[in-house]
């Protein structure tokens, strides 16, 4: 007989299984022993009878711990009591290590939880928000290779910023000095030109000094861009690779949504179109709430909430000042103030889970904001020629993955949404 997983031993119901994971939960009496195991697809409770076992394994049994890992044999069968409904009845156990005294129990700390990450990421939740995860990738390479895009690397390392440079991790490089990436924008639009359609699951890396549920200093961005393409273009693209990634969470993720407590029946209205407003027209709808918010600031957070508190479906807000915009997003033609751009904040106020615009064909336009942002527009004069050499209309958007994981899986801090967390204030694990 094979080893099956937990799940597959479930499926199967009844008769002869054989099991293997590690320690979740166990109690004990004189004569009878209740082992909760659990592996990477679910847990069940195990039940050793002293009567029904060799001496060896009930001694086994009395000294097991929490995440001690072993093989099981024995005859599942169901049970509504159980955790899951099933359980094996045990008539082999071999133990392949005997555990430590597990450091984590109930009513930990955060802090405590994220110096044990190590240990921590073997827990339910955390493991359920990690298959979410792996689902919200797979989803994001299905929905562009499905419809023509290529995948497309970017470098980590970079000479210059793409989003200012206050955010920018220095990187000693040999005898000179590189930055870690903060976008793969400014080499996507170089590709373009050859690809025309593109994406990319990257990392990227922000030295914001912020100490926010929302703020990472080292997360994943879902990018794309696209030759000949204007904004609504990509906000068409945004809309229906949201719903996409959320429709196969529910097919894929289901039982991992319900340990996190989610309410699939909000996932299930997702559907394009989304809400859509003007920053303009967002500014207006704050007032009326009682929220005074000077036009040409960027929204913050609390007026993002406030925005999408209550809606169903994500908002997509466009057309923000140009003056606060990064140098590549061009004015719109029909009222310079403002930029060709968007942002769509997902419901249930989870914030801003996608950024993107149209990108300036103006080279002056875009040295004067350079300039205005502090940096040397010589540091990006290799950028500027893909607009001396056959420049055409083109735009993109980048998706923050640990955003949608946070707001799919309802958590209460982004950092349960990536596996070790690298904040202003954290570096280990």
């Known amino acids: 007989m094979t080893f099956i997983s937990i799940a597959d031993a479930i499926k199967k119901g009844h008769g002869e299984v054989k099991i293997r994971g590690w320690v979740y939960r166990e109690r004990k009496s004189n004569k009878m022993a209740f082992i909760v195991v659990r592996d990477s697809s679910n847990i069940i409770q195990c039940v050793i009878d ?40 045990v008539k082999n156990m071999k133990v392949v290590h005997f555990a430590d005294v597990f450091p984590i129990n109930k009513d930990q700390s955060t802090e405590f939880l994220l110096d044990k990450r190590h240990l921590w990421i073997r827990s339910r939740k955390l493991t359920s928000v990690m298959k979410i995860r792996s689902t919200v990738f797979g989803a994001i390479d299905e929905f562009y290779r499905a419809r023509g895009f290529y995948e497309f690397a970017p470098p980590v390392l970079t000479p210059a910023a793409c989003e200012g440079g206050s955010t920018l991790f220095e990187v000693k490089y040999f005898d000179d000095t590189a930055y870690l990436t903060q976008s793969w924008q ?99 709808y704050l007032k009326k709430k009682g929220m005074h918010a000077p036009w040409g600031k960027d929204l913050r957070t609390n007026e993002e909430d406030e925005l999408t508190k209550d809606l169903d479906k994500p908002l997509i807000v466009t057309h923000y000042p140009k003056e606060i915009m990064a140098f590549y997003k061009p004015a719109d033609p029909k009222d310079p103030k403002v930029a060709l751009n968007f942002d769509m904040l997902a419901p249930e106020s989870y914030g801003e889970i996608i950024g993107g615009s149209e990108r300036s064909t103006d080279i002056e336009d875009m040295i004067s904001g350079l300039k205005k942002q502090g940096d040397n527009p010589e540091n990006y004069d290799w950028y500027f020629d893909s607009r001396r050499y056959g420049s055409v209309p083109h735009s993109g958007y980048g998706l923050g993955v640990e955003r949608v994981v946070s707001w799919l899986c309802g958590l209460d801090n982004i950092k349960d949404a990536i596996p070790f967390p690298r904040t202003m204030l954290r570096k280990n694990p």
């Open 186 to 284: 400014l080499y996507a639009e170089a590709a373009i030109f050859s690809l025309e359609k593109i994406y990319c699951n990257s990392p990227c890396f922000r030295a914001e000094k912020s100490k926010t549920s929302r703020h990472l200093a080292e997360f994943y961005m879902s990018e794309m861009e696209i030759a000949w393409g204007h904004l609504d273009d990509v906000i068409k693209y945004g809309e229906e690779l949201v719903e996409f990634i959320v429709k196969k969470v529910i097919e894929q993720n289901t039982d991992d949504l319900k340990i996190l407590g989610r309410d699939i029946q909000k996932l299930e209205k997702i559907k394009a179109p989304f809400h859509r407003m003007t920053y303009t027209e967002a500014l207006e």
């Open 50 to 89: 002293r009567d029904k076992v060799a001496e060896n394994v009930w001694k086994d049994a009395d000294k097991i711990l929490i995440e001690s890992s072993v093989e099981i044999e024995g005859e599942i069968h169901e049970d509504k009591r159980a955790p899951t409904g099933y359980e094996v009845k």
